[in-house]
């Protein structure tokens, strides 16, 4: 137990312990529903030359960042860089209390440099660089076969990038 204690306080101090022994944020379990694996994830699609909505390879888009980060990223631009853990949750009293990191203030800028590279991507997919949709996508398997049972598309979001 103490030996846990001293990457925590420098977790709390903003310094990030190499290699982190803390789990990150997120871990556990996928859950199972009525008999079904139930997992969901991002995924972004912009409109091609014509005006088709298709499925972006976040690969290439988030690229040179690694794919591992581009779940937390498509969150970001969702949540619109605000933290999706809700005030006065108990998790959200915890981590105020650790302090996990510093908060960096986002302007009109950052977003407007943002937008402006995503465009880049875009354009080198050979996509429409006026819009993207971000839709939540939640994929049903059966735990015995592993085939799928059905897949859903909702919380669709439009992002505009101008």
Known sequence: MLFLIAPLVLRSLSYEPYPAILLPDG????????????????????????????????TDLFDPMPDPYTGSIIRSLVTDGKSSIT?????????KYLNPSRKIAVDKED???????????????????????????????????GKLIRKTIDDKKIILLN
């Not at 006065?88 to 915890?94: A, E, L, W």
């Open 27 to 58: 871990s556990g379990t996928t859950p199972v529903i009525n008999n079904e694996i139930v997992f969901s994830f991002d995924e972004v699609y912009a409109q091609d030359n014509r005006q088709q909505w298709v499925k972006v390879n976040t």
């Open 87 to 95: 005030e006065g949750s108990k998790k959200h009293k915890i981590l």
């Open 111 to 145: 977003i407007k440099e943002m937008h402006t590279w995503l465009k880049k991507k875009l354009i080198v997919q050979q996509l429409d660089t006026i819009k993207i949709n971000i839709s939540r996508v939640t994929i049903y398997t059966s735990p015995q076969s």
